[in-house]
């Protein structure tokens, strides 16, 4: 394992391998993505109280949940690259900051019309603390992409941007227990472990698990793409990117 | 269990702009990714082509 | 591994720690007050301010909700199973507001122990079901609670 953890942080090797993965993972991404939408949509029930809004559930919930772990794979890349100056994790850490920020956005915009259907009047409550440390990871994410592109020198970037992603991580368990810690027009969480089977119907749960599976797989396909493109800004002049190159054009 | 599966009409239009949002906004991610790529390989075999024919 | 990256890994864990420790001294000086968020049972226990708004919330009881003559003033009580609140709201209730339903209020307490509230929000739970299921949990008294009214039993 560590093994091939260590030829994976090698870029030749690195570049090989996505590329027999990458055709896989687009596949798998779009079946994932037509099973679910279809299946959310159409073949799921509605909600006993929400009737058809609850059908929000499911890009709602996989967004929202990988723009954390998302944010989580950006800090420990980032710590790799601040302990170990690993390039390829600085390059990982890079390439998930606007897939986050996406998934964040997402999250934020689909949440906002859930809310204004469900809870009332309003798309937008300044004070509550799930809204507001949602909006923080957004943040985060701009911030960490300014940081990494205000510096001239690559790896003084790369750094600065690392910090900025580790204090950051404070507002990750702020964002998860906010609904316990106060109270917050968000209902608590759903996907909460072995309560999961209990709060959530089999017939909603399937069809997110799909959403979810299909959000996760195009972070991973999305993230070996922007990754390939940093590696082949960074490394133009190297020998294995002419090599490759030469390949390619043949 | 009764529910159309022909029924549009179901749909409010909040729920037709989440999933919209999201197409959108996932769909120019994957576009750009590819693309980008596509324009540094070119990028980087024209410049090797031109260094070539300088030291030929 | 070596002294350099030890140092760096002492770094990144005195970063994460410190700034944990700050924020969350930060959040437990905040907490109480952050929200201005009082429970039917602090309201009763004369906790909440009168002479600012605040936010409260609860479920509303069953065969509470009456209409003024207006058609637009509502008036009804919401309890957090301990204790019950007497709220008045003028303008549209949300689609969710049903009784038995949470709902957190956002307005001022009246001398008279009333809630004038300028803002209504449902609150749902995080229990979803097709009607199907819902109808026959309830037929079984098998319906799980919402989650404001388990918030109270926890001892």
Redesign the interface.
Known sequence: MWVWFHKLGSPPYFYRFSTIVLPWLAVLTLILFSVG?VWG???A??????S??????Y??VP?SMFSMSIYMVMAMAS?VT???RIKLADLVASASA??GA?YT??AL??GS??G???????YW?W?D?RLMSELILFFLYLGYMALNSAYEDRRRAARAAA?LA??G??NIP?IHYSVE???S?H????TRGTQFA????P??RYPLFVMMGAFAM?YA??LL??T??LL??GE?NNAW??EM??Q??A | MQHDLLDFGKWTPFILWCYAITAVVLITLTIVAYRKEKRLIREIAQKHRRDNRGTS | MNPTRRRRLMFVVILVIGVGAAVALALMAFRQNLMYYYTPSEVHAGKAPTNRSFRSGGLVKTGSVVREGDGVTVQFTITDTLQDMVVQYKGILPDLFREGQGIIANGTLGTNGVFTAKEVLAKHDENYMPPEVAASLKKAGAMPQHEMAREKAKP
């Open positions: 939408v949509l159409y073949i029930p509605s909600d006993y109280q929400q058809e809004t609850s059908r929000i559930m890009v709602h967004a710590a601040l302990i170990w606007p897939i996406a956005f997402i915009i689909t019309l859930w204004r259907t469900m809870w009332g009047n309003t409550e004070s603390p910090v580790l204090v991580v404070v702020i810690w106060w109270t027009l209902q608590g969480s759903t209990a709060t959530i119907d017939s909603m195009l396909q999305l793409k922007y390939r493109c082949l800004d133009r990117v002419k190159v030469k390619h054009a």
